[in-house]
T-cell receptor
């Protein structure tokens, strides 16, 4: 069975500063993907960034980067230069080649002006 | 491209009543998922389709929940009869290819309230 742990129920960050959202995972599959999604108050889940289990380099997408530490089974999301529009719920998820998907319980990020 | 479309957006019913949710995935996406999201939690998979075949329905409470994707395109999720504990947001998602590197594209969800 897979498990995702997001230990920060809520986080605050000052506008224009960077913030790290933690995610640890547990899976027995040798090949898997790690994803981060953003869910604003409107409810839609928005894909942010992907990291493959065999990727050697950390993924980056604009202001988002993923700090992937395979041995520690962690996949933290780093948001640089936070904006007010970044205030939302953030979910970490794994997906295996067998089609199993597991989501964490999320971290609520609030960006302060 | 058009995104994943779900309807209705909101639904309020009394317990023991039936309810149905509809989802139209992104055109060409063969894989379709139904998730349930309780307040303050992450989505939990109910069922996954590859084309018209339900390949993972292990988490679907089959005594009251059913789903279909007859032509491998749009899908319907039904609850009959609904219970108070079914109040949640029901999310539909699709992906364009199999494999662990394929992100999910979600609809806006249906918020169900059972009174």
């Amino acid at each position: 069975a897979q498990k995702i742990t997001q230990t920060q129920p809520g986080m605050f960050v000052q506008e224009k500063e960077a913030v790290t959202l933690d995610c640890t995972y547990d899976t027995s599959d040798p090949s898997y993907g790690l994803f981060w999604y953003k869910q604003p108050s409107s409810g839609e889940m928005i894909f942010l960034i992907y990291q493959g289990s065999y990727d050697q380099q950390n993924a980056t997408e604009g202001r988002y980067s993923l700090n992937f530490q395979k041995a520690r089974k962690s996949a933290n999301l780093v948001i640089s230069a936070s904006q007010l529009g970044d205030s939302a719920m953030y979910f970490c998820a794994t997906y295996t080649n067998a089609g199993k998907s597991t989501f964490g319980d999320g971290t609520t990020l609030t960006v302060k002006p | 491209e058009a995104g994943v479309v779900q309807s209705p957006r909101y639904k309020i019913i009394e317990k023991k009543q039936p309810v149905a949710f509809w989802c139209n995935p992104i055109s060409g996406h063969n894989t379709l998922y139904w998730y349930r999201q309780n307040l303050g939690q992450g989505p939990e998979l109910l069922i996954r389709y590859e084309n018209e075949e339900a390949v993972d329905d292990s988490q679907l409470p089959k005594d009251r929940f059913s789903a279909e994707r007859l032509k491998g395109v749009d899908s319907t999720l039904k609850i009959q009869p609904a219970e108070l504990g079914d109040s949640a947001v029901y999310l539909c998602a699709s992906s364009g290819r199999q494999g662990s590197n394929s992100p999910l594209h979600f609809g806006n969800g249906t918020r169900l309230t059972v009174t």
